[in-house]
């Protein structure tokens, strides 16, 4: 059943880090947040909204993490693509438990598991109310699943692109070591870079502003903070292009 609440965009890239699914754990995926994510996105996807999703995989494997440890770079990479690809099973499976139809596509090729990633394909899939799983980020090391979800959402013409963090927002310093630490509820994608705020890594961050890709970074973990903050009513930071987006 579709909700009668109106949410303006269409279809939207939803990134979710790894670090989101470990709950009150140091590793691997919290069965309970999962399923409380997964019920948020589920209640978008009933609004009418298109959503396909990017997950991380730094609750299982980090590359950057291993390599400075000394493990080669691009093997580390590789090994984090397929971890993005188990959180990937993960959320599938547990929207299905929420009767919402998904489907796992892989930048690298794992026929047993996800359909490797087609562009037109995948677009057929969001268009038939699929939600689409894009795992293994862009298949290739030295990018990062940021970057994945900025290529994505440009790929699939999506409206908006939202980073489902911690916190809810971007704040001028880290609000979990100083009490007095600023919000903005909307910043330029320029004075971002001025201010050498750490949203997104620097190519992904590039990609979305060169493309003016609008994003919204808000808290994952607060219940139905997703459809809030596509409602406009929600806690969260609007990255925009220009000055003249803010409302």
Same mark, same amino acid.
Request: proline fraction near 3%.
């Given at each position: 059943?579709?909700?009668?609440?109106?949410?303006?965009?269409?279809?939207?890239? %939803?990134? /979710?880090?790894?670090e989101a699914l470990?709950?009150k754990?140091?590793? =691997?995926?919290? @069965?309970?947040?999962?399923n409380? /994510?997964?019920?948020?996105?589920a209640?978008v996807?009933?609004? =009418?909204v298109?959503v !396909?999703? +990017?997950?991380g995989?730094?609750?299982?494997?980090?590359?950057?993490t291993?390599?400075?440890?000394g493990?080669d770079?691009?093997?580390?990479? *590789?090994a984090?693509?397929?971890?993005?690809v188990?959180n990937?099973?993960?959320l599938?499976n547990? %929207?299905e438990q929420?009767?919402?139809?998904?489907c796992?596509m892989?930048?690298?090729?794992? @026929?047993?598991?996800?359909e490797?990633?087609?562009?037109?394909?995948? /677009?057929?899939?969001?268009?038939?109310?699929r $939600?689409?799983?894009?795992?293994?980020? &862009?298949g290739?090391?030295y990018?990062? &699943?940021?970057?994945?979800a900025? %290529?994505?959402?440009?790929?699939?013409? !999506?409206d908006?692109?939202l980073?489902g &963090?911690? +916190?809810?927002? $971007? *704040?001028?310093?880290? @609000?979990?070591n100083?009490?007095?630490?600023?919000? *903005?509820d909307t910043i &330029? *994608?320029?004075e971002?870079? /001025?201010?050498? %705020?750490?949203i997104?890594?620097?190519t992904?961050?590039?990609l979305?502003?060169?493309n003016?890709? @609008?994003?919204?970074?808000?808290?994952?973990?607060?219940? =139905?903070?997703?459809?809030? $903050?596509?409602?406009?009513n929600?806690? !969260?930071?609007? $990255?925009?292009a220009?000055?003249?987006?803010?409302k």
């Amino acid at each position: 059943m579709v909700s009668s609440e109106k949410i303006v965009p269409k279809r939207v890239l %939803l990134k /979710i880090s790894g670090e989101a699914l470990l709950g009150k754990g140091s590793y =691997g995926i919290d @069965p309970k947040v999962a399923n409380a /994510i997964v019920s948020d996105i589920a209640n978008v996807v009933k609004s =009418g909204v298109e959503v !396909c999703l +990017v997950i991380g995989g730094g609750n299982i494997f980090r590359g950057m993490t291993a390599a400075s440890k000394g493990i080669d770079r691009v093997h580390g990479d *590789y090994a984090g693509m397929l971890a993005t690809v188990i959180n990937a099973i993960v959320l599938h499976n547990v %929207l299905e438990q929420h009767h919402i139809e998904s489907c796992i596509m892989s930048a690298i090729d794992i @026929p047993q598991i996800a359909e490797n990633y087609v562009r037109n394909k995948a /677009i057929s899939h969001i268009k038939q109310g699929r $939600v689409v799983i894009f795992a293994a980020g &862009t298949g290739n090391p030295y990018f990062t &699943t940021d970057t994945a979800a900025a %290529l994505r959402a440009i790929e699939m013409g !999506c409206d908006i692109m939202l980073k489902g &963090t911690q +916190v809810d927002g $971007v *704040y001028d310093s880290d @609000p979990k070591n100083n009490p007095d630490a600023k919000r *903005y509820d909307t910043i &330029t *994608y320029s004075e971002a870079l /001025i201010k050498e %705020l750490n949203i997104m890594d620097a190519t992904a961050f590039s990609l979305a502003q060169d493309n003016k890709l @609008p994003m919204i970074v808000f808290n994952v973990h607060k219940e =139905g903070n997703f459809k809030n $903050v596509l409602l406009g009513n929600g806690v !969260c930071t609007r $990255v925009v292009a220009s000055s003249s987006n803010h409302k």
